[in-house]
């Protein structure tokens, strides 16, 4: 088999076994079966040693990280919102319910990914510095953050519609939920800043300026300030908890089309090498 | 106690509406600008007096909270590391906003192309583009810089894999040259000056131009990458005639010893052949080309930011805050663990439009979002491709239309173009007239239906003169565009309706003997047989 029928095949395991964690979670939880819950999380945990192994492959074959094409994007992307969730639910294993929103998102992104062109594209020599290398993966590591706020989210906005159910019992109250809600966007600020951080000191290296306006910083930038005032709002406006989960949506919505949307819609410096 | 009118003023700076105002109007502006294209987003937005009145509001604000905050936390035993994070963010902020307006005021950045073996002398003219700050002169080098060399190796498909530059600085009191090298992301610095290369490179080429009335012309005409190692640039002769250049790099990086060369008069092509380093070509207007070299040339700019480590150090804060503020437990007395997160807890409550901003973002994503393909857009790409095309005819060049044709239209343009070039002819055509009556997209393709307009006549290579008469056609066509590497390039083209010539039919007569063709009655392709 060639390396890339392997990457494929490593990739679709991985999709596999996350989709039976998917599944092992909603009937554990839905059933009240505890024991069901660990084999499912442990299912998603095997889904990523495929994942990985795909990842490791697609470094040794393009001889570069995940971040040219939208393919090694998405996967690294769900990669990383996958193990965050598995860390969270290690140290907090109640609230399993959060795997039902990342894992589907994370399946969704892999499985996107693996129908866009898989081509390898050559690394151009501005690529070659140590600050893409934090400026990608503290990117990533925003996304997951983000993405397990957006899980918080809406369980929240279940439990404050009044939804009743033996998964949503078994999460905490609402005031810890919204909680730990806006400590997921905390820490997808810290790796946010430090993405513009790192992208900005790397700019300086390679064209000369550290902010040039270019359409992808702009929404970095834009991406950071609406977290801002969500967090600014929250504080000042005593924000209700059903307005503070919308704008977490809204918020996380904003960063992926910063992300996955824009780089492929308007001319950039970063259009130039994250195509296809 | 009365408020003072300062109070009354720093209450307002720090007033949650204010703030949560300064942050949104930025937001926006981000938004708007990245909108328009680049060029006019920085004059109307980012540049605009408008934008920079917030920001420096934002700034004001920002000093207000942060000194407001300070006095709070010096008051705080023991010190609570979730105020110091926001204070410090505050902080970091403000260096960054302070740093970016001391750059606009004595940071200076300038650009030039050079070649292998140039020197630039320490002065401000010898930098071709200079951005300058509002207080302070254009920048100068203090020593003369001399480019050495230029390495630079290609992948096969024809990407930049690395470019590596020689440049010779002389020193101040007339020492020894220094020699230094520098490649993409590592720059050099001379007399406080940051030097860099960019990616921009590719040959040059050192040319003459004597017209037969004995003005000569010289000039470097610096090719740029095209595409695959192929580079290409154009010089307008001191006559109105234009030259098209092209020249292929090796991978390896090894200069390339010959030019592919066009002259055109207007709509005739003159000239075209491979003219090597060295070489003197006759046109048939009797003036001469001479080829003086092919070195390379590459981009260098230069900058200086009084401000940089302002702005590192802002960085710093702003990372040490959120880190602090989002990510570290607090002293607990209890020895328990707190979770932090800001808590509304400060003021009464403030009703915040939010929901019209979530409106706007959502109409924002949903604008900048839309791929549809409009009959405008559709009108954009078959203009282009008969523009492209027109021009590969006009100058018997077939490697123009690479950028508009898949693999099938290409042959089938290759042919057609090539075998012009056999007969010694051109077609110099123009379009009168195009209307998009149709634009349909799938998946991967997009099927457009034009009425065009188009006025053809053959030219005659070296002369110009026209050969034949002049036609005017109108045509209903249907275009196949398919998507190769995120763009859509014209897979195959079909009359949508028999065409309407106003000369149907007419042998060709060429001056070669040797072959001879017709116009086709039923097809705008004109098929050539060669006895």
Not at chain 2, 37 to 42: D, K, M, P, T
Not at chain 2, 261 to 281: I, Q, Y
Request: glycine share 8%.
């Amino acid at each position: 088999m060639s390396p890339f029928a392997w990457e494929t095949t490593f990739h679709w395991s991985a999709v596999a076994l996350y989709i039976a964690g998917i599944v092992g979670i909603a009937y554990a939880l839905i059933f009240d079966r505890p024991t069901k819950r660990v084999v499912a999380l442990w299912l998603a945990a095997a889904g990523l040693l495929p994942h990985t192994t795909a990842l490791v492959l697609r470094y040794i074959h393009v001889g570069h990280g995940p971040y040219m094409m939208k393919y090694e994007v998405l996967s690294s992307n769900a990669w990383i919102a996958v193990v965050l969730l598995l860390l969270f639910l290690w140290r907090r294993p109640g609230w399993s319910p959060l795997a039902l929103v990342v894992l589907p998102v994370s399946v969704l992104m892999l499985g996107f990914g693996l129908f866009t062109n898989p081509e390898a594209r050559d690394l151009p020599p501005t690529l070659r510095s140590m600050w893409l290398v934090f400026h990608v993966l503290f990117n990533k590591l925003a996304v997951g953050a983000f993405l397990l706020s957006v899980a918080a989210a809406v369980i929240l906005l279940r439990k404050l519609a009044g939804s009743s159910s033996r998964l949503l019992d078994r999460m905490p109250d609402v005031g810890t939920v919204e909680t730990y809600m806006v400590r997921f966007i905390g820490f997808g600020m810290v790796f946010w800043t430090t993405t513009i951080v790192a992208g900005a000191i790397w700019a300086n290296q390679s064209w000369g300026r550290y902010w040039g306006w270019d359409p992808i910083e702009t929404w970095s930038l834009v991406t950071w300030l609406c977290y801002a005032i969500l967090l600014h709002a929250r504080l000042f406006f005593r924000l209700k908890a059903r307005a503070t989960a919308w704008a977490t949506i809204a918020c996380f919505v904003v960063s992926i089309l910063t992300i996955l949307v824009f780089p492929f819609v308007f001319p950039s410096m970063h259009s130039a090498y994250f195509q296809s | 106690m009365q408020p003072t009118a300062f109070h009354s003023l720093k209450r307002f700076l720090r007033s949650p509406a204010v703030i949560v105002g300064e942050i949104a109007v930025i937001t926006l502006a981000g938004v708007v600008g990245t909108l328009l294209s680049q060029e006019l987003a920085s004059e109307r937005v980012f540049r605009s007096w408008w934008f920079l009145g917030t920001v420096g509001l934002a700034f004001v604000s920002l000093l207000v909270v942060s000194l407001d905050q300070g006095r709070r936390l010096g008051r705080t035993r023991p010190l609570k590391l979730a105020p110091l994070g926001g204070l410090l963010i505050h902080m970091g902020l403000l260096m960054v906003i302070l740093a970016a307006a001391l750059k606009a005021l004595f940071g200076v950045e300038a650009v030039v192309d050079v070649m292998e073996g140039e020197t630039l002398p320490p002065t401000s003219t010898a930098w071709a583009v200079h951005k300058t700050g509002l207080l302070v002169s254009p920048l100068r080098v203090a020593n003369p810089i001399t480019l050495e060399s230029v390495e630079a190796r290609r992948y096969p498909e024809g990407d930049l894999k690395s470019l590596a530059v020689g440049l010779s600085l002389a020193g101040l009191d007339a020492t020894a040259p220094r020699e230094v090298g520098m490649a993409l992301n590592q720059s050099v610095d001379s007399s406080g000056i940051r030097i860099f290369a960019s990616s921009d490179y590719g040959p040059a080429a050192l040319m003459e131009w004597r017209e037969a009335s004995g003005t000569t012309c010289r000039t470097a005409v610096l090719l740029k990458h095209e595409r695959g190692h192929r580079f290409e640039g154009e010089w307008v002769g001191a006559g109105g005639e234009r030259a098209y250049l092209r020249a292929e790099v090796n991978p390896s990086g090894i200069r390339p010893t010959k030019v592919e060369v066009r002259v055109m008069r207007d709509t005739s092509l003159l000239f075209t052949g491979t003219v090597r380093a060295g070489e003197t070509v006759t046109l048939p207007s009797g003036g001469t080309l001479v080829m003086h070299g092919i070195p390379f040339w590459v981009r260098l700019h230069a900058n200086r930011d009084p401000a940089l480590w302002l702005i590192y150090l802002g960085f710093s804060l702003v990372l040490l805050g959120v880190t602090v503020r989002f990510t570290l437990p607090p002293d607990s007395p209890s020895g328990t663990s707190i979770v932090i997160v800001p808590h509304p807890v400060r003021y009464e409550s403030e009703r915040l439009p939010l929901p019209l901003m979530l409106m706007i973002l959502v109409c924002v994503a949903g604008l900048t979002s839309c791929n549809g393909y409009s009959r405008p857009k559709a009108r954009q790409l078959v203009e282009r491709y008969n523009t492209v095309v027109s021009e590969a005819y006009r100058r018997g060049d077939v490697k123009l239309v690479d950028s508009v044709v898949g693999p099938n239209e290409g042959r089938k343009l290759t042919g057609l173009i090539g075998v012009r070039l056999d007969m010694g002819l051109t077609l110099d055509s123009k379009l009168i007239s195009l209307e998009v009556l149709d634009a349909r997209t799938s998946k991967d393709e997009l099927q457009v239906r034009t009425r065009e307009h188009w006025s053809y006549c053959e030219r005659r290579i070296g002369t110009g003169q026209q050969v034949g008469e002049k036609s005017e056609d109108t045509y209903e066509m249907q275009y196949f565009f398919k998507r190769f590497e995120q763009n859509w390039l014209v897979d195959r083209i079909e009359f949508a309706t028999p065409p309407k010539f106003e000369h149907p039919s007419k042998i060709w007569e060429v001056s070669h003997g040797n072959v001879s063709g017709h116009v086709a009655d039923q097809s705008k392709t004109k098929e050539i047989t060669a006895p």
